[in-house]
């Protein structure tokens, strides 16, 4: 079993920066790929981004290409999601999620764990 918990959400104005964070405790974090995942109301959960367990593969969403990154530090069980220039759209829960060591994959159900989800609301 892996728990997850997510934080550093918020209300942020377009255009401006949030970093989350992910939190991860129970079995040995580097076992697993990570992923961010989003739903805004109303919608079905979308990837945003996916890392690999030792961080050499990281694969974005194209609407997020260029303006997330996403990083993790294994030593403290932890992975990121660092958001810039953020849009309207970008307004959803996130959640974070652990999946096979093996598989960098943009599909939810590849993912065996996920954390509660924290609100990124932007205004514009």
């Known amino acids: 079993q892996v728990q997850l918990v997510e934080s550093g959400g918020g209300l942020v104005q377009v255009g401006g920066s949030l970093r989350l964070s992910c939190a991860a405790s129970g079995r040995t974090f580097s076992n697993y790929a990570m992923g961010w995942f989003r739903q805004a109301p109303g919608k079905q959960r979308e990837f945003v981004a996916a890392?690999?367990?030792?961080?050499?593969?990281?694969v974005y969403a194209d609407s997020v290409k260029g303006r997330f990154t996403m990083s993790r530090d294994n030593a403290e069980n932890t992975v990121y999601l660092q958001m810039n220039s953020l849009k309207p759209e970008g307004t959803a829960v996130y959640y974070c999620a652990a999946g096979s060591r093996g598989i960098v994959t943009t599909l939810p159900v590849l993912y065996g764990y996920w954390g509660q989800g924290t609100q990124v609301t932007v205004s514009s």
């Open positions: 890392i690999s367990w030792s961080a050499d593969n990281e």
